[in-house]
């Protein structure tokens, strides 16, 4: 079965600075992967996503992942971190034959002013 | 565009009760999906309905069952309420058929607590 692990349940950067959360997968077949946002007592947002098209995949709010096969990653980033980026981060894959999305445990991001 | 919308927002039960929830899929959608959210958690895979049939799983016991009805909604019914059943309960929906990478849009949640 599919799975996604995210290194790191919390991470600090400072306002202005890279943000980089982490997210490795496992899978047998060609996955489908998404990055979600989750602000408090709200739902999931979609900030980008990977479907076997380009590898480097531009989002919402300056987000961007890229898929790296060789190394089963689809790390997220954002050149220069906002107050309003903190949040919960989830990534999540999807594949044919296991259509059940699933997610990581979340990377908590805080942005220290 | 309305997008995926559930309710109520909030439900207190106690143990042993039957509660539902239900959910909206946003506009042109025809797929609804459950998950459960714990405390600190990522989301659960509960089910998937399409069709008004229950197409996926997730490794869950009986005691949660749904429905989706001709217009798409959706109910989610958990019965015999455990305490571990306190979760934000979510629903997403998606254009289906066999269009897995399309994105699931989700709903705000329902939060369920068990005394």
């Known amino acids: 079965a599919q799975s996604v692990t995210q290194l790191g349940s919390h991470v600090s950067v400072s306002e202005g600075a890279l943000v980089l959360l982490r997210c490795n997968y496992s899978s047998s077949v060609p996955p489908y992967l998404f990055w979600y946002v989750q602000y408090p007592n709200q739902g999931l947002q979609l900030l980008l996503k990977y479907t076997s098209a380009a590898t480097l995949v531009k989002g919402i709010n300056g987000f961007e992942a890229e898929f790296k096969k060789s190394e089963t990653s689809f790390h997220l980033t954002k050149p220069s971190a906002h107050m309003s980026d903190a949040a919960e981060y989830f990534c999540?894959?999807?594949?044919?034959?296991?259509?059940?999305?699933?997610f990581g445990t979340g990377t908590r991001l805080t942005i220290i002013p | 565009d309305a997008g995926v919308t559930q309710s109520p927002t909030h439900l207190i039960k106690t143990r042993g009760q039957q509660v539902t929830l239900r959910c909206s899929p946003k506009?042109?959608?025809?797929?609804v999906s459950w998950y459960q959210q714990a405390l600190g958690q990522g989301p659960q895979f509960i089910f998937q309905?399409?069709?008004?049939?229950?197409?996926q799983r997730g490794n869950f016991p009986d005691r949660f069952s749904g429905h989706q009805f001709p217009n798409y909604s959706s109910e989610l019914n958990v019965n015999a309420l455990l305490l571990g059943d306190s979760a934000l309960y979510l629903c997403?929906?998606?254009?289906?058929?066999?269009?897995?990478?399309?994105?699931?849009?989700f709903g705000d949640g329902t939060r369920l607590s068990i005394l």
């Open positions: 999540a894959v999807i594949v044919f034959g296991n259509e059940k999305l699933t």
């Open positions: 309905y399409y069709e008004e049939e229950e197409r």
């Open positions: 997403a929906s998606s254009l289906q058929g066999v269009r897995i990478q399309q994105p699931q849009h």
């Open positions: 506009s042109g959608h025809d797929t």
